[in-house]
């Protein structure tokens, strides 16, 4: 089952190698992380989506609670959670934007670049709908894909904050 995790951790040298290694220890793979700083700088928020049974993440969460950098985990798909992802796609040249423009209209997705070379979008969605539009421009010749991967919130009063 898919799992994201969000952690705080101190802006340290090594502190995101510590958690990455727990998961290698463990044999769990990473299927998308994302690690920004957050309020002064001397925090990040680290998000990891991974998959396993409740009781392997639940145990993967405790050995991330014993590392020295952590601050704060918490499993976000324990509850309700908004989460989204970024994607920009290189798709070969397009003569008709408009059906483009009609394709990524729901996904507030937005033309960046159209010439000779490529078409170049960006679009925001679920890790679902990024992979269901993937599908559809297939048929569009897709040259490049970079995903940002997963963040996301709890929706509820719930907060990951110091």
Known sequence: MKRVLAM????KPGALARV?????QRGY????????????GSYSRLTVTTRGTESAVEQIMKQINKLIDIIKV??????????LELALIKIAKVNDLTSIKKIIKSMNGKVLKNDESACVISVTGTSID??????VLKKKKIIETVRSGSIGLHESKKTLTI
Not at 20 to 24: D, Q, T
Not at 130 to 135: S, Y
């Open 8 to 11: 705080l951790v101190e802006n």
């Open 20 to 24: 990455v290694g727990l998961f290698h």
């Open 29 to 40: 793979n990473i299927e998308s992380l994302n690690v920004a700083p957050v309020d002064d």
């Open 74 to 83: 918490a499993d976000l798909t324990e509850g309700e959670h908004h989460e």
């Open 130 to 135: 990024i992979n269901n539009l993937l599908k």
